[in-house]
């Protein structure tokens, strides 16, 4: 592995320059690679350059702010025959995951529900069993949101027609996701609290498909959406608004501000959520409806056990202030920066520490809460803290006790809450710092070999207490890495973590990103694509727009993965049907002349 490309940022300032190579051997199809800067932050795994201004937070050093090299490879497959769902699926298992109408199968949608109940639904409480299993019994609701939950869930599936043996778990939801997303210009067009929840579920799918840019943006739209349904803001007096919109407004606020909150640190930005302006109350236990179901699953909404949900709110919301100031630029540092830095610090650890006994982390709970469906968002709750808290504590024991413990009472806890993966990264590093802390030098250098030599020449002795050290760290390294490989298979994103990890125990403590996304690849089938053969076929140092042609197998492809399933081109909106298109909606014709292609012109031509 090799060190940070020294390639200057100002080549790639004016936009994305992409370049074209012949695939590997062995191979189908031609890779695109696409290579531009994006902005990391301190807390980001792989934080930028750009700014030399530390922050000292504890025993953290967080240093660099700035542009880091990101490069997308993308697989264009032409091998397979137009109109496949996906890679690996055929017309006939499309047909029987989605019918004609554009909603998915209902045995395969209460399957999936199932399923997303136990991963997700603790995660999305504005989700009610009762009201989904209505409206898939009458065939109503929202088809974009039916979509995106079975795209989410169906990496958890076991079921023969979603599970297929030339798919990754990752991948099985994709002709779901691909149905969806052919909605997506109609949903922005139609505010719902519905659509806004879909596009954090497409969030989620994309970082299981390892679509950095694309888990920003779906996060942002549901942000900004939220936003403009007033969703953050707590009821007025007399409000016009229902108590029960009330209740479901704020359900689904909060599912909105931790996954930004969340993506917000693992990038190093400051959050989309404008913190200050957060006046929504936090769920009471009030706001929990019991979710009555005729489902076989144990112990579905037991009411005993209270859910950590709205703990895990305010945890986050005192996370904001604290994620925005790491983050923030270094010419924005004034004299009380540090005081309030620390003063964010230590409110979020006072909350952590009154916990009610029944959030506490110990083993006891951690098994009343996976019984109850509860144990993603309880390991969420206190793998954060403890990712925080490993700056000024030694709480990269407790993250792996966390994971141990975990894998032992409810394995597929953690592995439904993909962006946890940093708290591993975190603590993996703390193992590897206590290790070998003098031998590296501040740039990343491995002086180690001299270190042990002049050891060795002063000392013939062992260090038991060191080996004893060593070894405690390795197999500490080697339990983060083992839960960093089984959350891959469901999210591929996580492998990026992964390889930062092996990187920083190898001393090279500048993450080269670059070299990390080279290795990863995404797959887009694309027929017939024109522009990818234009430049196999050396055209020269000037690259042209692609032909409109290629552009609309582009947009049809970008637009819905599954070129049998019609295009929307404009809301279609039915009775109560405010949450997405009605199954009814799936019947439109494209309409190929409304398609705009400038920002597809931007995207694939180089400036």
Known sequence: MGGSSDTSPNEAVSGISPTVRPEDKGGKGRVVKVTWWRPHGRTAIAPGKGAPATIVLGAWVLTGTGLKRTTLRVRLDDSQIPGSAQPGVSFGVTAELIGADGVPDQTIMRHLLDLFMVHFGCQFPFV????????????????????????????????PSIALPN????????????RAKSLLGSMLAVPS???????????????????????????????????????????????????????????????VLILDLALSFG?????????????????????????????????????SIRSPFPYAAKQMLLFGPLINMLNVDSHRFTSEFDHRLQVALAEAIRHYSELPPDMRWNVRNLQDQCRAHHGPIYLFLHLWMHTILTSVLDSARTI??????SDIIHPNAYLAIPFVNQSFYVAGCAYINELEPRFFTADGVDTAPRARQREASTSGRTDISRNLLASVANESLITFQQGLSKQTRYWSCVARTTQSLEQHRHGIHDIDLEDITEKLETVLSLPGSGYAARHEDGGGGSHQAPQTSSLLELERYLDSSSADLPLVAQPCLTGDAMGGLLATSGTQDVVEDSVQFSDLDWLLGET
């Not at 390892?210 to 996060?219: C, L, N, Q």
């Not at 409806?289 to 579905?300: A, F, I, K, V």
Request: proline share 6%.
């Open 128 to 159: 009610e069993r009762a009201k989904v299993e209505r409206d898939i019994e009458r065939q109503t609701g929202s088809v974009f949101l039916h979509n995106s939950m079975a795209a989410v869930a169906a990496r958890f599936s076991t079921h």
């Open 167 to 178: 798919l990754r778990p990752h991948e099985y939801g994709n002709v779901f996701a691909g």
């Open 267 to 303: 990038e190093g930005r400051q959050t989309t959520t404008p913190i200050d302006e957060i006046t929504q109350l936090i769920p009471t236990e009030q706001d929990f409806h019991l979710q009555p179901s005729g489902s076989t699953l144990p112990e579905m909404g037991s009411p």
């Open 193 to 255: 609290r519905e659509s806004v929840l879909a596009f954090l579920l497409l969030a989620l799918t994309a970082a299981g498909n390892d679509s950095e840019f694309e888990v920003w943006m779906m996060t942002g739209l549901a942000v900004r959406m939220g936003l403009d349904l007033g969703l953050h803001l707590s009821p007025q007096p007399n409000s016009p608004i229902s108590v029960e919109d009330h209740r479901l407004n704020r359900l689904l606020w909060w599912s």
């Open 400 to 405: 792996g006790d966390i994971l141990v413990l």
